[in-house]
């Protein structure tokens, strides 16, 4: 049943002595029903949809303040040190977290049955000289986020609800430090304010941000000495909601809500394809930049291309013979270094070394 038919049944099947009685609401709402529509009702149109909103200035401004100078002490290490200051012993943390795939469609020449949207690699070279490689990915949740999920829909169990509660300054900046690194795009926050007075206000600020992983293949082999000096980091899309509730003097945040999730296919495009491209495209004249702000000189950008079928069966089961990975979390590795067996054997003995390998990738 539509919405128009819903309403039709629900406020104008009312009858008393066989005659329709008035409805006393009224909606104005086209009707696909053969009654003809009240014409007393005006047509109020809907208000335009915003990105944000904030009721003025005199909040907008040191908000925006508020959380530029927050999420840059977030993504800066030691995370816990730099954001204790902001919590107190009244303050409130939880987290839940998102299991649904939503990294849609594969793309064209990646596999079906790996959970990767998209990758992208840009690759530059620092001032010192440094060939740094950055990869742009997506994939499964990180182990941490799922450790103290609060997600009401799984975790039914009143007594282990409380215990998620995490409360307090040093509390809550321990968990958040045991988070993975990340970096924050400030132009992809939305900021919704729900309400605002003199001594608190409460937000909604949505967006996306990137797990940042360095990656430091193994040493060795006789091309080790004549290879330049190389740094790999691999960059993971994810997204983010925190509803937080901040209290005057000095934006003391008393309640702090995180929801973290995978990113749409639409949002996959826009913070992996198109920023490879358009660092691809500043390539060519010379004058991109690190998103990191670091001072370095793009030389080549461009998409992982996996090679044909036939090769990645072999490759693959190599990959899984040579690691004992299963074939889900191989081929994720061999996604994210554009299958080079090589590198992606470096990068995995690297990891399994620093414990970093979660113990469902050899099941």
């Given at each position: 049943m539509k919405l128009a038919t819903?309403?039709?049944?629900?406020?104008y099947a009312f009858c008393e002595n066989?005659?329709?009685v008035p409805p006393t609401i009224q909606f104005a709402v086209e009707r696909e029903s053969g009654r003809k529509p009240n014409t007393d009702t005006p047509r109020i149109p809907l208000p335009d949809s915003v990105l944000g909103y904030f009721p003025s200035d005199a909040v907008r401004?040191?908000?925006?303040?508020?959380?530029?100078?927050?999420f840059t002490r977030f993504d800066t290490q030691p995370r816990g040190e730099n954001i204790l200051s902001y919590y107190t012993s009244c303050s409130r943390f939880v987290?839940?977290?998102?299991?649904?795939?939503?990294?849609?469609p594969v793309q064209h020449g990646s596999s079906p049955h790996t959970?990767?949207?998209a990758t992208a690699r840009i690759e530059t070279v620092a001032a010192d000289g440094t060939v740094v490689k950055i990869f742009l990915t997506t994939?499964?949740?990180?182990?941490?986020?799922?450790a103290r999920s609060r997600n009401l829909l799984r975790c039914r169990d009143e007594y282990r609800r409380r215990d998620l509660v995490t409360c307090g300054p040093v509390s809550i900046a321990a968990f958040l430090d045991e988070l993975p690194a990340t970096?924050?795009?400030?132009?992809s926050f939305t900021v919704d304010v729900i309400f605002h007075s003199d001594t608190q206000i409460l937000f909604t600020v949505t967006g996306v941000f990137y797990e940042v992983h360095s990656v430091t293949p193994a040493s060795g082999g006789s091309n080790a000495q004549a290879s330049p000096v190389q740094k790999t980091v691999r960059k993971t899309l994810r997204c983010f909601s925190r509803t937080m509730i901040l209290v005057a003097p000095g934006g003391h945040?008393?309640?702090d809500d995180l929801i973290v999730s995978n990113p749409s296919p639409l949002l996959c495009k826009r913070y992996i394809s198109e920023v490879a491209a358009k660092a691809q495209s500043s390539s060519g004249t010379g004058n991109a930049t690190s998103s990191s702000s670091t001072a370095v000189q793009p030389t080549v950008s461009t998409g992982l291309v996996p090679p044909n079928p036939a090769t990645q069966v072999v490759v693959l089961n190599e990959m899984r013979a040579r690691s004992g990975m299963n074939e889900a979390f191989a081929r994720q590795c061999l996604d994210e270094y554009a299958w080079n067996l090589d590198q992606a054997l470096n990068a995995f003995h690297a990891l399994n070394s620093a414990g970093k390998i979660p113990p469902n990738a050899f099941t």
């Open positions: 819903a309403f039709d049944v629900w406020f066989g005659q329709d401004m040191p908000l925006l303040g508020f959380l530029k100078e927050y987290i839940s977290t998102s299991t649904e795939p939503r990294c849609g959970n990767t949207a994939n499964r949740l990180s182990p941490q986020y799922f970096e924050h795009p400030l132009e945040i008393i309640q």
